[in-house]
């Protein structure tokens, strides 16, 4: 085998991996893909009727669900990459001659694909629901993309978290802010309606943006400003969290 496919085999074998621990952790499963369906449902049939929005409540929160999802199963993984830290487990793949990035790059990718699969479901189960978007194929495309881009910042951004943190347990409380900042959105509820303070701190955060561009792709009428912004906060995640990632991993491995 050449040395240029060695990295990508040991990055497929990184995959397989973590795509395995996933199955056999039930508690990362519930995290991922069941317990964004309960919030949804919550908010849906609980909390809906409550909100004053334009059209059906269900086409509003969808996308705000759609994140929510991609954050929900971030704490397992900063828990999983600290516990490779502390465990030893870098070491023996050391002794292996495993490439280093395939490490990261194996937890980054299992991160992004189960969060598309999270959004998958809330999608699936939001068209059982009455979910009615009135995208077309590009927008559709548009809608995936941010999904993919966002999935694949914040990961680099959580295994940076894992990395830095100093126990398995501090590690998967570092992604908190993550998890609770699209609650702090205009995910499940209008931002111009918060009150002072909450409102520009809503309006001004890194996930508004981004739940507005999804929303208006998914509702056939997107917005160029949100759309600039969520792909700039997210190459800025992205940016940051490789970057930081990086120099952690070289530090401590």
């Not at 995959?15 to 199955?23: D, G, S």
């Not at 939001?126 to 993919?148: E, K, N, S, T, Y």
């Not at 930081?244 to 991993?249: E, I, L, P, Q, R």
């Amino acid at each position: 085998m050449s040395t240029s496919t060695m990295p990508l085999a040991d990055a497929a074998a990184m995959l397989r991996r973590n795509f395995k621990h996933t199955l056999r952790n039930p508690v990362t499963v519930f995290q991922a893909v069941l317990f964004p369906l309960v919030m949804m449902a919550m908010f849906v049939y609980v909390f809906g009727g409550a909100f004053k929005v334009r059209g059906e409540y269900i086409d509003y929160a969808v996308p705000g669900l759609i994140v929510m999802a991609l954050t929900y199963g971030l704490g397992p993984t900063a828990a999983a990459v600290n516990q490779d830290m502390t465990k030893g487990i870098i070491n023996r793949f050391k002794v292996m001659d495993v490439s280093h990035g395939a490490v990261l790059i194996g937890h980054v990718v299992s991160t992004t694909v189960r969060g598309l699969i999270a959004d998958a479901v809330i999608i699936g189960v939001g068209f059982a629901m009455g979910f009615r978007p009135h995208a077309d194929l590009l927008q559709w495309l548009g809608a995936i993309g941010v999904m993919l881009l966002l999935g694949f910042a914040v990961s680099w951004l959580t295994v940076a978290l894992g990395l830095a943190a100093k126990t398995v347990e501090s590690a998967g409380l570092a992604t908190v802010p993550l998890i609770m900042l699209p609650f702090l959105s205009s995910a499940f509820v209008p931002a111009d309606t918060m009150g002072t303070g909450v409102r520009q701190f809503a309006e001004y955060q890194p996930f508004t943006p981004i739940v507005e561009t999804l929303r208006g792709l998914l509702t056939g009428h997107p917005s160029s400003g949100d759309t600039w912004a969520a792909l700039a906060w997210c190459a800025g995640f992205a940016v940051v969290g490789y970057v930081w990632a990086v120099s952690t991993f070289k530090k401590r491995a």
